[in-house]
């Protein structure tokens, strides 16, 4: 029997009010998780007085903070705690509330390639670990993604590919799906800690390359690779640092 319309419309309204709400939490935990790190950047730079606030004029939680308090402070100052906060993984755009011009911060000392070097240094010791059979990210593996996202700035402007593989363990058809899938789920993570989505793309490549040395069945094999597939940066995303007021 067919459903009517007012009956579909009915069942669909809890469903949307329950994903609004699982958005709104972990949009307070991604802010509140911002704000903690944001709080010790400002510390380290000297900007004591000034805070960071990750919501919108209307509440909502924000990955753009917008700082406040720093009316006093030199312009110096200003520029290290902008800068600073900025840098925290996963920021977005950062203002001041007193207002001030626009400038574009770069890293011209730091060569594209490097940050490929970066993260394979990292990840030569340690590895982005899933759930079993999932492409869930462990929550242990939080922080390594949060020093990948991090190494990967100075490529922003460069296409980065990222490459999940698995052992051979299982049909080939489900492990090219895997991996795959946790290929994207590590650019999702990337995107949520600031790196932009359209330089980057995703692969899976099942267990057809397996690492040098090692034998297929291996469960080494399942990694997360990052290759850099172009090299000419551009100019980070304009960060609001101290001008004319």
């Avoid at 809890?14 to 709400?21: D, K, Q, S």
């Avoid at 007085?49 to 009316?71: D, I, M, N, W, Y």
């Avoid at 007193?98 to 000392?109: P, R």
């Avoid at 489900?174 to 993570?189: E, F």
């Amino acid at each position: 029997m067919m459903r009517s319309p007012v009956t579909v419309l009915l069942g669909l309204v809890p469903v949307a009010a329950l994903a609004f709400l699982a958005n709104a939490l972990n949009g307070r935990d991604m802010a509140a998780h911002l704000d903690a790190q944001a709080r010790v950047a400002i510390a380290k730079a000297g900007g004591a007085p000034v805070q960071a606030r990750f919501a919108t004029a209307t509440g909502s939680p924000s990955r753009h903070p917008l700082l406040s308090g720093g009316e006093k402070l030199d312009e110096g100052t200003r520029d290290r705690v902008a800068k600073a906060v900025s840098a925290v993984p996963g920021v977005g755009g950062v203002t001041w509330v007193d207002g001030t011009a626009l400038a574009v911060t770069t890293q011209s000392s730091i060569k594209p390639q490097h940050c490929q070097d970066d993260v394979e240094a990292l990840l030569n010791s340690r590895t982005i670990r899933f759930e079993g059979g999932s492409s869930r990210i462990q929550a242990a593996s939080g922080e390594l993604v949060d020093e990948v996202a991090a190494a990967l700035r100075p490529c922003l402007g460069s296409i980065i590919a990222i490459t999940g593989h698995t052992d051979s363990s299982g049909p080939e058809p489900g492990n090219l799906q895997l991996s795959l899938a946790r290929a994207r789920a590590v650019r999702d993570a990337l995107i949520e800690r600031g790196i932009p989505a359209d330089g980057l793309r995703t692969r899976g490549l099942g267990s057809r390359s397996p690492v040098e040395g090692l034998d297929a069945t291996d469960p080494a094999n399942r990694r997360i690779e990052f290759s850099v597939l172009a090299i000419q940066p551009v100019k980070p995303t304009p960060v609001d640092t101290p001008g004319p007021r």
